[in-house]
């Protein structure tokens, strides 16, 4: 009968606290009709915020009364009005509406308000992030951002809130020795804050190191920290919300204080017991909310089982019953537990037969729940399975696309590359083959000035002999003339006569070794009496001393004999032309370790230019073209020695005149 008339009065009390909300309710929402007043309406919409708390419409209030004080420029109301959304989204860890509604505070609030409220609600999401199953990743992600913070000595509420955090860290994952000294640090911190800002995080500190310091097993501490917290929203409750805000729910934050401090009758004094019990039975006439219903009754079921003075087991059963109730529809989970501890309560009431009863139907809810739980996991676990499958399969296909790409890419790469290297090549072809132009062009040009100083050289040697000729000629014709001194005229001829053929000699003999590398034909001879009978066919001049610096003994080399006397012929002849005074010397030298001979001619004469070392040897060139000669001399002697397979050269080291050096193989 007690249990049936309890839950009456319970569900009366109830009905009319919830009939009084609803007629308040429409009573605020007539009102809103009839006033034109902004600060009216702001005030309005306030108190149906109030009155809707937990509820979507609380919402929806606090967005109109934000847009009410938007028209008058109102920033303490529109700020007020944000605040309480983005404190419901961040309990509720909708990470994209608080970031919305931050940045909607940032505009409107001044630099420090925004540097008081960003800590407070990285605090409520971390403990939000915390509840819906993303521990480690909430963790993580503080530890990252607390990594990345350079300098906070200028926010000492981002101090508290990483106080806060690093604890709570440690508290969720039950490690409460370990939380404490950092949810101390923060109480420590929240008394350096300013006090008009000290109140929230004070709150929100206080409440979590309660609770750490019970599950430390320092019960007494949470209870003096848990009185101090209930006192000062109790005051702030009187001076700030009381006449300003009357449907504010003070009563839902108070049931929770004073549940803690009823879990904690053991440690608390008859009259402290007594008085929290009595301030829950007032709270409880007016609760409406499930969550909130469930709460008061746990709260009912500890003070009656667990009173010092006198327990009263059949209350503790009807408010236990009342939980049941409760909990098949808000927390199935929580049935097992529940019917266990009124299994435990007809046992202390000698009660065996329900108490075995209630016994019985605890293990079935919890078989049941094995099994619905086993099943949901099973259930979970294909779901991961096929999911995993599908983005394996996702996976292999990317990896797939991305090698098709890839191969695509890399074949692009490669053809790309084969063009560039076909068009380097190409162009280095071409350029190469322009400096070769260039070079053939500026040598045909070179050619040419050769040609044309060959050309005025030959005419100008040609016409020596021949004016000689013929005007010897016409002497020997001229009657005139004493026949004594006309007796002389056929040796001048003879001689200019023998002059041209020497020219035309030497250009056939050009023409005719230019047109092939091939080596000459060689045979055995003996190069002493080569040198003796070119030194002796030498037209000698007076004033110059002629050496033929030879050994007595015969030297037998593999030469051609004609072209190797045409060569030393040729030398003797250049010294002897470029050559006043001093003497001219003929010698060889053997050098049998390198089967090769030196052959030399050395002056005294005017010597050649070391800069002009190389050019004396091309065709047609002449130093002084004062001096008789066609130019070919020496460029006919490299060539004959380049097909003896030899080298001719000018001595560098000789400074007295020149010195031709000719080096042939023995063999």
Same mark, same amino acid.
């Given at each position: 009968m007690?249990?049936?008339?309890?839950?009456?009065?319970?569900?009366?009390s109830?009905?009319l606290?919830?009939?009084n909300?609803?007629?308040?309710?429409?009573?605020?929402?007539?009102?809103?009709?009839?006033?034109?007043?902004s600060?009216?309406?702001?005030?309005i919409?306030?108190?149906?915020?109030?009155?809707?708390?937990?509820?979507?419409?609380?919402?929806?209030?606090?967005?109109?009364?934000?847009?009410?004080?938007?028209?008058?420029n109102d920033?303490?109301?529109m700020?007020d009005?944000?605040n309480?959304?983005?404190?419901?989204e961040?309990?509720?860890?909708r990470?994209d509406?608080?970031?919305?509604?931050?940045?909607?505070?940032?505009?409107?609030?001044?630099?420090?308000e925004?540097?008081?409220?960003?800590?407070?609600?990285r605090m409520?999401?971390?403990?939000s992030?915390?509840?819906?199953?993303?521990?480690?990743?909430?963790?993580?992600?503080?530890?990252?951002?607390q990594?990345a913070?350079?300098?906070?000595s200028?926010?000492?509420?981002s101090k508290v809130a990483s106080a806060?955090?690093?604890?709570?860290?440690?508290?969720?994952?039950?490690?409460?020795e370990?939380?404490?000294?950092?949810?101390?640090?923060?109480?420590?911190?929240?008394?350096?804050l300013?006090?008009?800002?000290?109140?929230?995080?004070?709150r929100?500190?206080?409440?979590?190191v309660?609770?750490?310091?019970a599950q430390?097993g320092?019960?007494?501490?949470?209870?003096?920290i848990?009185?101090n917290?209930?006192s000062m929203?109790?005051?702030?409750?009187?001076t700030?919300?009381?006449?300003?805000?009357?449907?504010?729910?003070?009563?839902?934050y108070?049931?929770?204080?004073?549940?803690?401090?009823?879990s904690?009758?053991?440690?608390?004094t008859?009259?402290?017991a007594?008085?929290?019990?009595?301030?829950?039975?007032?709270i409880?006439?007016t609760l409406?909310?499930?969550?909130?219903?469930?709460?008061?009754?746990?709260?009912?079921?500890n003070?009656?089982?667990?009173?010092?003075?006198k327990?009263d087991?059949?209350?503790?059963i009807?408010?236990?019953?009342?939980?049941?109730?409760?909990?098949?529809?808000?927390?199935?989970?929580?049935?097992?537990g529940?019917?266990?501890?009124n299994s435990l309560?007809y046992?202390?009431?000698?009660?065996?037969?329900?108490a075995?009863k209630y016994?019985?139907i605890s293990?079935?809810?919890?078989?049941s729940?094995?099994?619905?739980v086993?099943?949901?996991?099973l259930?979970?676990?294909q779901v991961?399975?096929d999911?995993?499958?599908?983005n394996?399969e996702k996976?292999m296909?990317?990896?797939?696309n991305?090698?098709?790409l890839?191969?695509?890419?890399?074949?692009?790469?490669i053809?790309?590359?084969?063009?560039?290297?076909?068009?380097?090549?190409?162009?280095?072809?071409e350029?190469r083959?322009?400096?070769e132009?260039?070079?053939?062009?500026?040598?045909?040009?070179?050619?040419?000035?050769?040609k044309q100083?060959?050309?005025?050289?030959?005419?100008? $040697?040609?016409r020596t002999?021949?004016?000689?000729?013929?005007g010897?000629?016409?002497?020997?014709?001229?009657?005139?003339?004493?026949? $004594?001194?006309?007796? $002389?005229f056929?040796?001048?001829?003879q001689k200019?006569?023998?002059l041209l053929?020497g020219?035309v000699?030497?250009?056939?003999?050009?023409a005719?070794l230019?047109?092939?590398?091939?080596?000459l034909? &060689?045979?055995?001879a003996?190069l002493?009496d080569?040198?003796t009978?070119?030194?002796?066919?030498?037209?000698?001049?007076?004033?110059?001393?002629?050496i033929?610096?030879?050994?007595?003994?015969?030297?037998?080399?593999?030469?051609n004999?004609?072209?190797?006397?045409?060569?030393?012929?040729?030398?003797?002849?250049?010294?002897?032309?470029?050559?006043?005074?001093?003497?001219?010397?003929l010698?060889?030298?053997?050098?049998?370790p390198?089967?090769n001979i030196?052959?030399?001619v050395?002056?005294?004469?005017c010597g050649?230019?070391k800069?002009?070392?190389?050019e004396?040897?091309?065709?047609?060139?002449?130093?002084?073209?004062?001096?008789?000669g066609?130019?070919?001399?020496?460029?006919? &002697?490299?060539?004959?020695?380049?097909r003896?397979?030899?080298?001719?050269?000018?001595?560098p080291?000789?400074t007295e005149?020149?010195?031709?050096?000719v080096?042939?193989?023995?063999?």
């Amino acid at each position: 009968m007690r249990y049936i008339l309890t839950t009456i009065f319970i569900s009366i009390s109830s009905i009319l606290f919830a009939q009084n909300t609803t007629q308040a309710t429409d009573s605020l929402l007539q009102l809103l009709n009839t006033t034109a007043s902004s600060e009216k309406r702001i005030q309005i919409y306030r108190d149906l915020a109030d009155i809707s708390i937990d509820t979507p419409d609380a919402k929806v209030y606090l967005l109109k009364m934000y847009q009410e004080a938007e028209k008058i420029n109102d920033k303490k109301n529109m700020l007020d009005a944000l605040n309480d959304i983005t404190v419901e989204e961040a309990n509720y860890y909708r990470k994209d509406s608080v970031i919305k509604y931050i940045g909607y505070i940032k505009k409107i609030a001044a630099p420090e308000e925004v540097e008081y409220l960003s800590p407070i609600y990285r605090m409520r999401m971390f403990d939000s992030k915390c509840l819906s199953d993303q521990r480690e990743e909430a963790i993580k992600e503080e530890l990252n951002l607390q990594n990345a913070e350079i300098d906070e000595s200028n926010n000492p509420y981002s101090k508290v809130a990483s106080a806060y955090i690093m604890g709570s860290s440690f508290y969720i994952n039950s490690q409460y020795e370990d939380a404490l000294p950092y949810l101390q640090n923060a109480m420590r911190l929240v008394e350096s804050l300013p006090e008009k800002n000290r109140f929230e995080y004070k709150r929100f500190v206080n409440w979590r190191v309660c609770f750490a310091y019970a599950q430390a097993g320092k019960e007494k501490e949470s209870i003096k920290i848990m009185e101090n917290l209930i006192s000062m929203v109790e005051q702030k409750y009187k001076t700030d919300y009381q006449k300003q805000r009357p449907f504010y729910r003070i009563e839902l934050y108070m049931l929770q204080y004073y549940s803690f401090m009823i879990s904690s009758l053991p440690y608390l004094t008859v009259e402290q017991a007594q008085d929290y019990w009595n301030r829950i039975q007032i709270i409880g006439k007016t609760l409406t909310n499930d969550l909130d219903r469930y709460n008061y009754y746990l709260c009912a079921n500890n003070y009656y089982s667990n009173n010092r003075i006198k327990r009263d087991y059949p209350k503790a059963i009807e408010a236990n019953d009342s939980l049941i109730r409760i909990a098949k529809t808000l927390a199935p989970i929580n049935l097992p537990g529940l019917y266990n501890i009124n299994s435990l309560l007809y046992e202390r009431m000698k009660d065996y037969p329900n108490a075995l009863k209630y016994l019985r139907i605890s293990h079935q809810i919890q078989d049941s729940l094995t099994t619905d739980v086993t099943h949901k996991q099973l259930n979970e676990l294909q779901v991961k399975y096929d999911l995993n499958a599908l983005n394996n399969e996702k996976t292999m296909l990317e990896i797939k696309n991305k090698q098709t790409l890839l191969i695509s890419l890399s074949i692009l790469l490669i053809i790309v590359i084969s063009i560039c290297t076909y068009l380097y090549f190409s162009w280095k072809k071409e350029k190469r083959m322009k400096m070769e132009l260039k070079v053939l062009h500026g040598k045909a040009q070179e050619s040419e000035k050769m040609k044309q100083a060959f050309i005025n050289s030959i005419c100008h $040697e040609i016409r020596t002999p021949l004016n000689a000729i013929v005007g010897f000629s016409d002497l020997i014709m001229n009657e005139e003339i004493d026949e $004594e001194m006309r007796r $002389e005229f056929p040796a001048e001829i003879q001689k200019s006569t023998v002059l041209l053929t020497g020219l035309v000699n030497s250009m056939l003999e050009v023409a005719n070794l230019d047109v092939s590398e091939e080596k000459l034909p &060689c045979e055995a001879a003996d190069l002493r009496d080569i040198c003796t009978q070119e030194m002796e066919l030498l037209n000698k001049k007076s004033g110059i001393e002629y050496i033929l610096d030879i050994a007595p003994e015969s030297m037998i080399i593999q030469t051609n004999v004609q072209y190797l006397t045409q060569v030393i012929g040729h030398l003797l002849n250049n010294a002897n032309k470029f050559t006043e005074k001093g003497c001219i010397t003929l010698s060889y030298e053997a050098d049998k370790p390198q089967e090769n001979i030196s052959i030399s001619v050395t002056d005294t004469g005017c010597g050649i230019p070391k800069e002009k070392y190389e050019e004396v040897f091309h065709r047609f060139s002449k130093l002084d073209t004062f001096v008789p000669g066609n130019g070919l001399g020496l460029y006919l &002697c490299r060539l004959i020695v380049k097909r003896l397979a030899g080298e001719i050269k000018i001595d560098p080291d000789y400074t007295e005149g020149t010195r031709m050096v000719v080096t042939l193989p023995i063999h």
